[in-house]
């Protein structure tokens, strides 16, 4: 049986465990594309929207703000004219980064023996008669 301390550690396997909203959080690609970039220093939402290659406005903004609320990123603005707004990565977010690095650079270098697999799966199961999968 899993049990969950929610003072202080986690238990990911048992189901009420908070541990699993931070597990969603870190194994989103947009969370991994946003902290990678904010590594390199603070930046601003359109800055963001422009090196991230196919987010959303709503999306970028609702994960930022979920970042944010969830203390891996900072917001700070500017009183300027228009208002500047600008986001950094904070301490606790730069552990997480640390950690993320090696599953982008592992998509990355892996990438094109996922696909194959994926391409030779597929001509396989075309070729095969309809299975059950029984557990």
Excluded at 36 to 62: A, H, W, Y
Excluded at 76 to 95: H, Q, S
Excluded at 97 to 105: D, F, G, S, Y
Aim: charged share 25%; glycine share 6%.
């Amino acid at each position: 049986m899993h049990h969950c301390a929610t003072d202080q550690d986690g238990n990911a396997y048992a189901s009420g465990c908070p541990t699993r909203q931070a597990l969603d959080r870190i194994a989103d690609k947009w969370t991994v594309l946003i902290l990678g970039l904010l590594e390199g220093g603070p930046m601003r939402f359109n800055q963001l929207r422009r090196e991230i290659e196919g987010i959303s406005q709503k999306m970028l903004s609702q994960t930022l703000k979920s970042l944010e609320r969830d203390g891996l990123v900072s917001r700070k603005v500017f009183a300027t004219v228009p208002v500047t707004v600008e986001y950094a990565i904070t301490p606790l977010g730069a552990t997480l980064a640390e950690t993320l690095v090696p599953l982008r650079v592992w998509a990355e270098t892996h990438i094109a023996q996922v696909l194959e697999s994926r391409a030779a799966y597929d001509r396989d199961e075309s070729d095969a008669p309809a299975r059950l999968d029984v557990a």
